[in-house]
């Protein structure tokens, strides 16, 4: 962090994956940019439902699903991309007081567990990906709401979640790793 | 206790249906001389209301009581079977079905698949009809805007030209106020009354047309089939027993704030003729078909439900 | 030895405390939050049940994220983030000069009315600490204001984005107690702005018994068609709050999709102002994503450690202790509050409201208080859970904009006296509950 500029906040800063992220982070934090353009997406299918529903008293049976779905994504994919990015809240009261050399080994340390625990995750998300993706019998079919319209949104989001937490498994390890190497 | 289970509840702590299900859990411990615990957990608690069947599988549950159509995603045949719209006018027309009907052995052909056993059903009752304009009929229907739980019932109301629309049970009352919707799917009328629904939408139609949900009480079948065959028999007898008592306690509980709505002189309850229930009833009879179409297992439910209900002169 | 299970033998209470000093720990070594919960959840789920249990936790975080209440954060945030972007919160900051005028104390005066405007507007924290730490925080140093009360000030009055409605805080409760958000929000806005008003008290204050640390503006005072220009700054802010507002009450759209609506009115400011670009959406978008990453994996970690600790017995556990403090239905009220406060340390307010909710609100229905009423109080306390070191979230986003020279403990240090005027809302909120019916 640089320690001559006050007045500008990192927030508003497109500041990219970190560098100890390797290609999977520049990847990760390109990919982005499809899940923030979901939200603006699903901010206007909301706003639409609204006007057919008052306007035209016309409301549709797929907003509802779809804005849940498209948020329910870029929450999933938010976690792994603040991952490649470093972005996510951590309190440190106590790794602020360390040294270079201290602050290396907890960084280490921090994405060794963490890859450890994304990765046990992966295997629970494969769990329940077997049972939302396939019928007892072993016939492929995704699971879906339910309801009148009926998409396959539950099983396409367990899927994704399988996916991001072998993402955020294998990040972890490149974020240990590099660490590891001191690369900065 | 030799066997303690923990089930999970489809309905929140505070709910009085949740406190009937707790009298169940009790009856089971007194039933069986306290060989079997049932630790009743409300809804959310482990996981979500449409996780518990994979929940139940893996063995993180034990069982849950729960309305059925919450797995409709899974198979159309549990929606079907859960809450065919229209299909019965008393809940006592839906436990003939299960226990003599060939419903229970249904049930059980479509959840073992899944690795839970189906012990029975049980009803929270007909659900009565919320709604802010009068409704005297069908027609009554075309462009009422209304909140509708997705599924079946969502279908059958778009299907008789309403326009369903899709919120939380919490925002139900303030919308019905704002006016955001005219009419609501919700519950039972003691529920709403108590929950001063009528307050805000004073023409209510009661009895209900459209909704008695399916509540199944299930649990892992390897636990199950590792049970002493008198248990097992505690098991069922005790669900029997707790439907016959919820769905009596429920009625109870209905017909006194029925009276008390009439007596404020506010509530105008409406109760629609024989015909336009089936009129109504067949309209969700179309919808039935569609959703048979969605799957073999639906199918053969709706083969089944039709045949009952032939059977008693239920179908016109 | 088996280590799957063998924690079992601890019992729920002593693991209880386990789980907390786990917590502590592995907060403060820097792991995010977001995997701090969920790695206690592991430990526990594999310790406790074993790998079978295992599952629970990723069922909870599909569950999380598919929520359709949550639809509303991103739209908060995304409003906050556009609103970063343009001159629409500088304006209103500077309009509100009007407010403060040349009073001692003045431009923190300022700062906590633009904090209410915004709270009126969005329903999270984050966003409102970013833009006064942005645009107040500096010129109040520069004043030469007393460094602690304006860290203080931007920090306790941007939380109010959700004390004052609309508020995610009051939507997630209204769902977890079955209320009506609208109630909640009629009902919790007195006391958000009593709460504001305590704030804007506590600087005249300060500034009458110290008149160094807060400091009056100096020069001539505007004219009168300075102060026109200035109040046009107000029209676009106010014209979202009743866009924002007015289509929940006025039965045009739900609470959820109200937070579009404002989203909406925020682009349409930005058009009208001749700032919009595809670039400015974009980059905003992508912040957005950025923050609902963190905020609702954070969620996601509290709520996987919520079904853990339930399926460990949990409920029971909270349920016996609650109820087995006392027979006055006071005590037991106190004794909640108590608890999280507690858990306002460690935990964010949505795994707070998952573990809590469904065991206080029937005991609270039970006892005869008002559901409604509560859930405004769960909201004011988790004001103090915003700022409660060590794991406070406005000091968190006050310090990722704040000069590198203010640490975090000097931003904990400076919240001190107002999680004591957020403790005293608290109390007058439960001795007057009549306050949240005016
Ligand atoms: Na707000
Ligand atoms: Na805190």
């Known amino acids: 962090m640089s320690e001559s500029e006050p007045e500008h906040p990192d927030v508003r800063e497109n500041r990219g994956a970190i560098p100890e992220a390797g290609a999977l982070g520049r990847w990760v934090d390109r990919g982005g940019l499809v899940f923030a353009a979901g939200i603006v997406v699903a901010m206007l299918i909301l706003i639409q439902e609204v006007v057919l529903r008052y306007v035209f008293n016309d409301p549709t049976i797929w907003a509802h699903e779809t804005t849940v779905f498209l948020c329910g994504v870029a929450f999933v994919y938010g976690g792994l991309y603040c991952a490649a990015r470093d972005s996510h809240i951590r309190v440190v009261l106590v790794y602020d007081t360390l040294g270079p050399r201290m602050r290396r080994l907890f960084d280490i340390a921090i994405s060794a567990v963490c890859a450890v625990a994304s990765a046990f995750f992966a295997w629970a998300a494969w769990l329940m990906v077997s049972r939302a993706a396939f019928a007892p019998d072993g016939a492929i079919r995704l699971e879906r709401s339910g309801s009148a319209w009926n998409p396959p949104y539950p099983g396409l989001v367990k899927i994704f979640l399988l996916l991001v937490m072998a993402a955020l498994a294998v990040q972890f390890v490149v974020l240990a790793w590099n660490h590891a190497r001191g690369r900065r | ?316 | 030895m088996e280590i799957f299970g063998s924690l079992q033998g601890l019992g729920v209470g002593p693991a209880t405390l386990l789980m907390f000093a786990m917590l502590l720990v592995l907060l403060v070594t820097g792991i995010p939050l977001a995997f701090v919960t969920l790695l206690v959840a592991l430990v526990f789920a594999l310790g406790w049940f074993g790998p079978m249990a295992v599952p629970l936790i990723t069922s909870r975080v599909y569950s999380f994220v598919g929520s359709f209440v949550f639809v509303s954060v991103p739209m908060f945030v995304l409003m906050a983030a556009i609103l970063d972007r343009s001159g629409i919160a500088r304006d209103l900051f500077d309009a509100m000069r009007l407010v403060g005028g040349r009073l001692r104390g003045g431009v923190a005066i300022q700062t906590i009315f633009v904090a209410v405007i915004l709270a009126a507007m969005s329903g999270i924290i984050g966003g409102e600490v970013v833009l006064l730490g942005l645009i107040a925080l500096p010129q109040m140093l520069r004043l030469g204001y007393d460094r602690n009360l304006a860290i203080g000030v931007v920090c306790a009055g941007g939380a109010l984005g959700t004390m004052v409605p609309p508020s995610i805080v009051l939507i997630i409760y209204g769902l977890t107690a079955n209320v009506s958000v609208g109630d909640l929000f009629q009902a919790a806005l007195i006391p958000g702005l009593m709460l504001a008003g305590f704030y804007v008290a506590y600087v005249l204050i300060r500034a009458w018994l110290d008149p160094k640390a807060a400091p009056a503006l100096t020069g001539p005072a505007p004219s009168t068609s300075e102060k026109l220009r200035l109040l046009r700054g107000l029209v676009l802010p106010i014209l979202v709050v009743i866009a924002v507002l007015g289509s929940i009450y006025g039965g045009i759209a739900s609470v959820t999709e109200a937070s579009a609506v404002g989203v909406a009115g925020v682009i349409l400011s930005t058009v009208v102002r001749g700032e919009f670009t595809f670039t400015l959406l974009k980059d905003a978008a992508l912040q957005t994503l950025q923050t609902v990453g963190m905020i609702v994996w954070i969620g996601i970690g509290a709520s996987a450690l919520v079904g853990v600790f339930n399926l460990m017995g949990g409920i029971d556990f909270v349920s016996a202790l609650i109820t087995g403090v006392s027979d006055n239905p006071h005590v037991i009220l106190i004794f909640m509050m108590v608890i999280l406060f507690v858990l306002g340390m460690f935990l964010d307010w949505v795994g707070i409201a998952l573990l809590t909710m469904p065991i206080f609100v029937p005991i609270i229905t039970d006892l005869g208080f008002d559901p409604v009423w509560f859930g405004v109080v769960f909201c004011m306390n988790m004001q103090v859970s915003f700022l409660s070191p060590p794991f406070g979230p406005a000091a968190f986003y006050l310090k990722s904009v704040a000069p590198p020279d203010i640490s975090l403990g000097d931003i904990f240090r400076s919240l001190l006296p107002f999680i004591a005027l957020q403790v005293l809302a608290l109390a007058v909120l439960i001795a007057f509950p009549g306050i949240a019916w005016l």
């Not at chain 2, 702590?13 to 949740?18: K, S």
């Not at chain 2, 007194?30 to 063995?59: C, F, K, R, W």
């Not at chain 2, 229209?86 to 052995?105: C, H, L, R």
């Not at chain 2, 509980?253 to 229930?277: C, F, I, L, M, Y």
């Open chain 2, 1 to 316: 206790q030799e066997h303690t289970f923990r089930f999970q509840s489809s309905d929140p702590a505070g709910n009085p249906n949740f406190q009937l299900q707790q009298q169940w859990a009790e009856s089971v411990a007194e039933m069986s001389d306290g060989a079997i615990e049932i630790d009743l957990l409300p809804v959310e608690s482990i996981v979500a209301h449409n996780e518990t069947q994979d929940a139940i599988a893996a063995g993180i549950l034990d069982g849950h009581v729960t309305d059925t159509s919450y797995f409709a995603g899974r198979d159309a045949a549990f929606g079907l079977i859960a809450n065919p719209v229209g299909a019965w006018s008393a809940p006592e027309e839906m436990f003939g079905f299960m226990e003599d009907g060939g419903g229970a052995e249904l049930m059980n052909e479509l959840v073992e698949p899944y690795g839970l056993h189906f012990i029975g059903a049980t009803t929270p009752g007909l659900e009565s009809f919320v709604s802010a304009v009068p409704l005297e009929g069908v027609d009554d229907l075309q462009g009422l805007k209304m909140r509708a739980p997705e599924g079946l019932v969502q279908q059958v109301f778009a299907a008789a030209g309403a326009s369903p629309v899709n919120l939380p049970g919490s925002e139900v009352f303030t919308s019905l106020d704002k006016g955001v919707i005219d009419a609501a799917d919700y519950t039972v009328f003691s529920t709403n009354q108590a929950q001063g629904l009528h307050d805000v939408a004073p023409h209510p139609v009661y009895p209900g047309f459209h909704s008695m949900p399916l509540v199944e009480i299930s649990m892992n079948k390897q636990k199950w089939d590792a049970l002493p065959a008198e248990l097992q028999d505690v098991l069922t007898q005790s669900v029997r027993d707790f439907s016959r008592a919820q769905v009596a306690a429920l009625a109870e509980a209905d017909q006194a704030a029925v009276e008390e709505a009439k007596a404020s002189g506010e509530v105008t309850v409406h109760d629609w003729s024989d015909e336009e229930r089936a009129k109504f009833r067949s309209i969700a009879q179309g919808e039935w078909e569609k959703v048979a179409q969605r799957s073999e297992n639906a199918q053969k439910v709706y083969d089944a439900l039709t045949a009952y209900l032939e059977s008693q002169g239920l179908l016109n």
